[in-house]
């Protein structure tokens, strides 16, 4: 039997993904609750955990992250989830982000970064889906909200995205895990019903 070894130090990198891995697990909870009680058809739901590619050998293609969108020269974006549904009418795909901590310039960069991909139609080319994708972004607290919504409207760079209330939602951990439906907000902080 072979024994499994204590590490000897603390990683907070780890503690950090940990507790980050657990919030985006409660919300693919409270979606796959709402997608089954709404009689949707669920198509996937990937996150960033899951991996393909092979750790050891190049042959089959590097390790690395199911949500990962290359950006071109840009580098790529390896999103918390990203998700799709169809019903009779449409089929609807999206991006979630899960920002757990304070840091609002770090959210706002991800927010440009994953609006670029999802404009460009990179996220719909991945999967094979002709759409645009909507961007959820989800924060641990209501200040952070706030906080990050002030920060949007002082974003010259977002001002470029056309239509963005119809693209991008935020929401906060706790409300969307008792309600997925409610407790969205658009970009000018107005409540959204982006389900219905």
């Known amino acids: 039997m072979e024994q499994i070894k204590y590490p000897k130090a603390t990683n907070t990198l780890v503690k950090n993904d940990f507790l980050h891995r657990i919030s985006t697990l409660d919300l693919m909870i409270a979606y796959d609750k709402w997608v089954d009680t709404a009689g949707h058809h669920k198509l996937f739901f990937d996150v960033y955990f ?11 293609g590097a390790l690395r992250s199911k949500t990962r969108i290359e950006l071109g020269n840009q580098g790529f974006i390896d999103p918390d989830g990203i998700f799709a549904f169809e019903r009779q009418d449409m089929c609807r795909i999206f991006v979630i982000e899960m920002a757990n901590g304070f840091d609002t310039k770090r959210i706002v960069e991800q927010i440009k970064r994953n609006l670029m991909a999802s404009y460009n139609g990179l996220v719909g080319d991945k999967y094979g889906l002709p759409h645009t994708a909507t961007l959820l972004v989800v924060v641990e607290y209501d200040t952070m909200l706030k906080n990050v919504l002030q920060r949007i409207k002082e974003e010259m760079f977002l001002k470029k995205f056309d239509g963005l209330e119809r693209y991008f939602f935020l929401g906060t951990h706790q409300t ?3 309600s ?12 959204a019903s982006i389900f219905l």
Do not use: A, E, Y
């Open 50 to 60: 899951d991996t393909n590619g092979s750790q050891r050998g190049q042959k089959n």
């Open 176 to 178: 969307l895990i008792r």
């Open 180 to 191: 997925w439906t409610s407790g969205w907000f658009d970009v000018n902080g107005n409540p």
